[in-house]
C-alpha cells in the first residue's frame, strides 16, 4: 500500500530550480501535519521542511530562504519548491507524515532523485 508518492525529481545545475510533488492516499490528509524528508548519499534521512494542517511551516536551516512547503488539501497533495539548489541538496527526497525523530517512520515511499551538479 503506497501512502505517498513522490515525484518532480531531475537534474538540474546549481542554481537552478526544481519543485517536487507528493500525493497522499491517506485518510484525513486535511488535518495532518506533513513533512519533507531527504537523504544524501551515506547519511542519514534528515527533515528539510514541515507544514502543519493550518499551514505553519519550518525549515531546517539550510534550506531557509531558498525552499518553499505547500500543501493542497482538496488534492491531497504537498509541494516543495527548490530554488538556488546547491550540489550539497543531491540527495533523493521522500515526503511522510510530521514526526519526530525521523527514526519513528516506518513507512516510506519511493522517493524522488535530485541530483545538483554541473
Known amino acids: 500500500q503506497v501512502l505517498f508518492a513522490e515525484s518532480g525529481g531531475g537534474l538540474v545545475q546549481p542554481g537552478g530550480s526544481l519543485r517536487l510533488s507528493c500525493a497522499a492516499s491517506v485518510i484525513g490528509f486535511s488535518s495532518l501535519p506533513m513533512a519533507w524528508y531527504r537523504q544524501a548519499p551515506g547519511k542519514q534521512r534528515e527533515l528539510v521542511a514541515d507544514i502543519a494542517s493550518g499551514g505553519g511551516t519550518n525549515y531546517v536551516d539550510s534550506v531557509k530562504g531558498r525552499f518553499t512547503i505547500s500543501r493542497d488539501n482538496a488534492k491531497k497533495t504537498v509541494y516543495l519548491q527548490m530554488a538556488n539548489l546547491k550540489p550539497e541538496d543531491t540527495a533523493v527526497y521522500y515526503c511522510?507524515?510530521?514526526?519526530?525523530?525521523?527514526?519513528?517512520?516506518?513507512?516510506w515511499g519511493q522517493g524522488t532523485q535530485v541530483t545538483v551538479s554541473s
Open positions: 511522510n507524515k510530521y514526526r519526530v525523530p525521523t527514526t519513528a517512520i516506518a513507512s
